[in-house]
C-alpha cells in the first residue's frame, strides 16, 4: 500500500524557517521522481519543487528559488523541503507528491502525479 505522510508545517512570521518531511512507504524510494505542491484557499494546487530520483537535480518554481531546498534521504525513505525567508503568499497546504514520470521529464503538472500525501499546513503571518 502506497502512503505519503507529511509533516512539519506550523505557524510562523514572515521571514522565518520549517522544514517539511514526507515519509514514503510501498514504493520504490531511490527509483521514482518525487515533488511538493502546495495550494491556498484561493487557488488551485501549484507546483513547488520536484527532486531527480537520484536527488542530483533538483527544480523549484521560480517565486521559491533561491529560499527553498528539497532533498531526500534515501536511507529514511523521506523527502524534505527547507523553506526559508517564509512570506505571506506562502501560505497553503503543503503536499507531497510522488511523480508518474521521471522528474527529469519537467512534467510538475497536476495530472503528473500518480500518489498524493494528505498535506501539512503552513501558516506565514506578516
Known amino acids: 500500500q502506497v502512503q505519503l505522510t507529511e509533516s512539519g508545517g506550523g505557524s510562523v512570521q514572515a521571514g522565518g524557517s520549517l522544514r517539511l518531511s514526507c515519509v514514503v512507504s510501498?514504493?520504490?524510494?531511490?527509483?521514482?521522481?518525487l515533488a511538493w505542491f502546495r495550494q491556498s484557499t484561493d487557488n488551485e494546487r501549484e507546483f513547488v519543487a520536484a527532486?531527480?530520483?537520484?536527488?542530483?537535480?533538483?527544480w523549484y518554481q521560480a517565486s521559491v528559488k533561491g529560499r527553498f531546498t528539497i532533498s531526500k534521504e534515501n536511507a529514511k525513505n523521506t523527502l524534505y523541503l527547507q523553506m526559508s525567508s517564509l512570506k505571506p503568499e506562502d501560505t497553503g497546504l503543503y503536499y507531497c507528491a510522488k511523480l508518474s514520470t521521471y522528474a527529469s521529464s519537467g512534467d510538475f503538472t497536476t495530472r503528473n502525479v500518480g500518489f498524493w500525501g494528505q498535506g501539512t499546513q503552513v501558516t506565514v503571518s506578516s
Open positions: 527532486i531527480a530520483h537520484y536527488g542530483g537535480e533538483s
Open positions: 510501498g514504493l520504490p524510494f531511490r527509483s521514482v521522481g
